[in-house]
Structure formats: structure tokens, C-alpha cells
């Protein structure tokens, strides 16, 4: 049986480098695959698990692709400049009009459908467990100022069920 693994390892580097440069958010399902860049998002506990909450706003492809029967999504964690062309272009592109596959490149997670992309420092696999879009009703005016069109953000809970950093 494999030891545990560490959910929490390099958590304080990998939020710092998610908020400073972004990570890649990926998913698969039966509607396709797809990437796109994030920059918000938390590693949290609840239900006596680790996860991973990201939030995905509604036009994005990448929300087609969960509502196409995801169960799962990873997130690829570069630290510094890498890939650092490669998340402009997946936070710039729309995987409607682009083969982001042609960007990065794909490779098997362990425990999930979801790919990650190679060449990462920290990686997360997570099974979604709850889907949870944000409310503009309970909004004050500082943060729904993030928000031009009613588009707000769903959150997708992601239980962690592997880490693996390389550091
Ligand atoms: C640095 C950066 C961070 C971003 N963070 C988010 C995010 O947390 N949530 C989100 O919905 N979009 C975010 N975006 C925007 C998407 O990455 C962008 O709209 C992308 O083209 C969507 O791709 P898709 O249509 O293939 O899903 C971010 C973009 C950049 C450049």
C-alpha cells in the first residue's frame, strides 16, 4: 500500500505562485479537453478533506467541458517564469477557437481522468465534489465590481486525492 501523501506540501510556494503567475486548469470529459489559465482559487479543509476550490466563470469553455460530465479536474502549478508563454496564451485563448493541446502538453494524471501539463513544479488531482455558483446578491460593492454582466464565478470543489511537487 503507498504511504500517504503530503496535500499540504509546497501549499504556502504553490498559492504564491498561483496568485503572482497563474496555473493551468485542466479537464476532460466527454465534451473534450481543455486548459485555461487561473490565477484565484484555495486549497481549503472541509468534510475532513483537502481540496482544491477553483472558480470558473460562466462564457468559459472550460465550463462547457465541466458541465460535459467532468468528475475531475487537475491544476499545474509552474513556479517562476516557466511556462510562462503558455499560460498568456491559455488565459488569453478560448479552447472554442483553439487547440490548446498544441500549446502544452498533455500527460496522464495518476488518479483522475483530468490531464496535467507538463513541465509543472506542483500539481493537484481532484475529484469535484460540490459545484457552488457565487451569489451577486450578497455582494458588497468592492467585490461585485469584479463582475460586468452578472457573470459570476462558480466555485468547483475539488477533493485533493493527489499532490506531487518537484522542488
Ligand atoms: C493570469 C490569469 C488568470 C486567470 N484566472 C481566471 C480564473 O481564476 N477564473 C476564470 O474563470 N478565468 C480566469 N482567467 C481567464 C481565462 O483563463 C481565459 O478567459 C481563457 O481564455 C479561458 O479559456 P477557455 O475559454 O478555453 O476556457 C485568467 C486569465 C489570466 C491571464
Not at 93 to 116: H, L, N, Q, Y
Not at 125 to 140: A, F, H, K, T, Y
Request: proline fraction near 5%; charged fraction near 20%.
Amino acid at each position: 500500500m503507498d504511504a500517504p501523501q503530503d496535500f499540504t506540501m509546497l501549499m504556502e510556494k504553490g498559492m504564491k505562485e498561483l496568485s503572482a503567475h497563474g496555473a493551468f486548469l485542466s479537464v476532460k470529459s466527454g465534451a473534450g479537453t481543455n486548459t485555461m489559465t487561473i490565477s484565484w482559487g484555495f486549497v481549503g479543509f472541509i468534510w475532513g478533506k483537502w481540496h482544491f476550490i477553483t472558480v470558473v466563470r460562466p462564457q468559459r469553455y472550460t465550463k462547457e467541458i465541466l458541465d460535459g460530465g467532468a468528475d475531475s479536474f487537475t491544476v499545474s502549478i509552474p513556479f517562476g517564469d516557466a511556462l510562462k508563454e503558455e499560460l498568456a496564451v491559455c488565459g488569453t485563448e478560448s479552447g472554442r477557437d483553439t487547440d490548446k493541446s498544441k500549446t502544452v502538453r498533455f500527460i496522464p494524471a495518476g488518479r483522475v481522468e483530468s490531464p496535467v501539463v507538463e513541465g509543472c513544479h506542483l500539481y493537484y488531482e481532484c475529484r469535484i465534489n460540490q459545484i457552488q455558483p457565487l451569489d451577486g446578491s450578497v455582494m458588497p460593492p468592492e467585490v461585485l465590481q469584479f463582475y460586468g454582466a452578472g457573470d459570476y464565478h462558480i466555485m468547483y470543489f475539488g477533493e485533493i486525492v493527489s499532490c506531487h511537487g518537484y522542488y
